[in-house]
C-alpha cells in the first residue's frame, strides 16, 4: 500500500504547535501509517526541538518534496532565515511565518504533492497584521478548493457539525433558513457516507431555543423552519431527526444511537463536544475536494517552550485524516462500479 502524504502546517511559531508536532512522530509506528511532510524551516525547527530538551528526534531535512524519505519525518525548508521565537507572545513574525507555511503546504495539495493535511494552531489576529483578508483556516482554505465547506467535530462518541460558524449569537436567529438548515444536513450526510463508510447515516438535529422551542412557547424556529427542514430532509431519504433540545440531548445513549449531530450555532456544539472530548477530538472541515484537519487546541502560549503541551489531538488528526482519505478513495471506486454500489 502506498503511504498516504501528510502535509503539516507549523502554526504559530511562538505557540505549541511544533512541539505536538515533534512529539506526534517521536513514535516512528506514525511512519507505518503515513509520510510525514512538515513545511516549516530546519533552523526553527531546531530551535524548538532543543528549547524542549527533545534529544532522541530529528527531522529529515529537504527542500523538494521528491526528495521525501518515507521511513522518517521530513521537514520542507521553506525559509532559511533564523526566525525570532518568543514562546507565549503573539507577534507579527510568528504570523507571518505561519501563514507562509499554510501557504505553502496549500500549493502543494493543488499540486497533488501531499494528498492531506493537518494544521498546527494560528494565531489569526497575527496573519491579519500582514493578511488583513485572512479570517482563518477554513475559510482560507475553503476559498482554495472546490466545494462548500462544513466544519465537523470529530471523537470516538461524536461527530458534530454547524449550521452557523464564528458570527455573534445575536445573529444566529436571523441567519437560519430552511435553505441553510438543509444544506447542512445534506453536507453532513454526504460526508457520513464518503469519508467515513456509512451508507445511511442517521443525524440528530438540535433545536435553536431552549426546550426546543417547547412547541412555540419559547420561540418559533423549531416549528417555523427547522422541523419543516427535517419533513423535507426525509422526504429526499436522509435520515434526520428531531429538533432535538440542546440541554438534554448530550448524553452517552443519545450519541450511540446517532452517526452525527447538527447543531444550529457555535456554542451549542462545542460546549459539549469539548467538555466529553477535550484532548483527543479534532477539528475537520469536510465538504471540499481535499481532507483537512485542524489541531483543534488553540496556540496555548501559557505552556508554550515549556514540554508539557498534549499531543493526543494532533495524533489523532493525523489518523483521521489518514482514514478519511482511503474512506474516500473507497467510495470513490463504489460510486464508479454501479454493480458495486447497487450490491453495497
Not at 510525514?36 to 534529544?55: Q, W
Not at 505553502?104 to 489569526?124: C, F, G, M, R, W
Not at 481535499?290 to 508539557?308: E, L, R, V
Request: charged letters at 25%; aromatic letters at 10%; proline letters at 3%.
Amino acid at each position: 500500500m502506498v503511504k498516504i502524504k501528510v502535509g503539516i502546517s507549523v502554526g504559530d511559531l511562538n505557540g505549541i504547535g511544533m512541539e505536538v508536532i515533534i512529539k506526534t512522530f517521536l513514535d516512528n509506528r506514525m511512519m507505518e501509517l503515513c509520510t510525514p511532510i512538515v513545511f516549516g524551516g530546519a533552523k526553527t525547527a531546531s530551535y524548538h526541538r532543543k528549547a524542549l530538551e527533545i534529544k532522541d528526534f530529528s527531522f529529515n531535512i529537504i527542500n523538494k518534496i521528491k526528495e521525501v524519505n518515507a521511513k522518517r519525518a521530513n521537514l520542507l525548508n521553506c525559509w532559511n532565515e533564523e526566525v525570532e521565537i518568543k514562546f507565549g507572545e503573539a507577534t507579527e513574525i510568528a504570523g507571518k511565518y505561519a501563514f507562509k507555511s499554510l501557504t505553502e503546504v496549500t500549493d502543494s495539495l493543488k499540486n497533488k504533492e501531499v494528498d492531506v493535511l493537518v494544521t498546527a494552531p494560528i494565531n489569526k489576529a497575527n496573519i491579519q497584521k500582514n493578511e488583513s483578508s485572512f479570517i482563518g483556516h477554513t475559510e482560507y482554505l475553503g476559498q482554495q478548493f472546490d466545494g462548500d465547506s462544513l466544519m465537523i467535530m470529530l471523537s470516538d462518541t461524536m461527530r458534530i457539525a454547524f449550521v452557523t460558524g464564528h458570527i455573534p449569537l445575536s445573529e444566529v436567529a436571523a441567519s437560519l433558513s430552511e435553505e441553510k438548515i438543509f444544506t447542512k444536513i445534506e453536507q453532513l450526510s454526504q460526508s457520513l457516507i464518503q469519508d467515513f463508510g456509512i451508507s445511511k447515516p442517521k443525524i440528530a438535529v438540535i433545536g435553536l431555543n431552549p426546550h426546543a422551542g417547547e412547541n412555540g412557547m419559547l420561540g418559533k424556529e423549531e416549528k417555523e423552519i427547522i422541523s419543516p427542514t427535517i419533513s423535507k430532509a426525509k422526504k429526499q431519504n436522509i435520515l434526520a431527526f428531531g429538533p432535538y433540545s440542546a440541554d438534554s440531548f448530550f448524553t452517552k445513549d443519545n450519541l450511540k444511537n446517532f452517526d452525527g449531530v447538527l447543531a444550529m450555532y457555535h456554542d451549542q456544539g462545542l460546549t459539549p463536544f469539548k467538555t466529553l472530548s477535550f484532548s483527543e477530538g479534532v477539528n475537520y472541515t469536510a465538504g471540499l475536494s481535499i481532507i483537512i484537519f485542524f489541531f483543534k487546541q488553540k496556540t496555548a502560549y501559557d505552556i508554550a517552550g515549556k514540554n508539557c503541551a498534549d499531543e493526543k489531538s494532533f495524533r489523532n488528526a493525523v489518523y483521521m485524516a489518514c482514514d478519511i482519505y482511503r474512506k474516500r478513495e473507497e467510495y470513490k471506486g463504489l460510486i464508479s462500479n454501479p454493480l458495486l454500489s447497487q450490491n453495497s
